[in-house]
């Protein structure tokens, strides 16, 4: 499998607002960031869609650019697929989000360095009082 078949089965899927996420046919592990073989050397994932919840597992509030024109602040996070706890995924959070807290995927933002997942809090979830 190469890098553009994972992008388009992740993005696509990701862009409708479902988390499809790639597992070794053999054993069933998920496979995080895929490589081209498996965890047992198969020659093809299987993609599997899992509930897009997720638990936040880090955080951190970026203030200064990474690159020259990048909106500034926003926040990055590690959530974990409540679905695939061994999985990290790379995500921008919104809201006021704690670690530990229950997320839900709300899109995908085009940014000039591709796409990037979003999370926010759940929608069944009252929000987080606010410390100002
Ligand atoms: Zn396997």
């Not at 046919?25 to 073989?37: E, I, Q, R, S």
């Not at 597992?57 to 020259?68: E, G, K, L």
């Amino acid at each position: 499998m190469n890098r553009s078949e994972i992008d388009e089965e992740f993005w696509n899927a990701a862009r409708e607002g479902r988390l499809r996420l790639p597992r070794c046919p053999c054993c069933h592990a998920w496979w995080w960031y895929p490589l081209d073989t498996g965890p047992c050397h198969a020659a093809a994932y299987e993609w599997v869609e899992i509930p897009t919840t997720s638990l936040v597992f880090t955080r951190t509030d970026v203030q200064r650019a990474f690159v020259p024109g990048q909106a500034v602040p926003f926040t990055l996070a590690l959530v974990i697929p409540g679905a695939a706890p061994v999985v990290r995924l790379v995500v921008r959070l919104g809201g006021e989000a704690a670690i530990g807290d229950s997320v839900d995927l709300k899109g995908v933002a085009e940014t000039e360095n591709g796409p990037v997942l979003v999370f926010g809090a759940r929608s069944d979830q009252s929000s987080r009082p606010t410390s100002t």
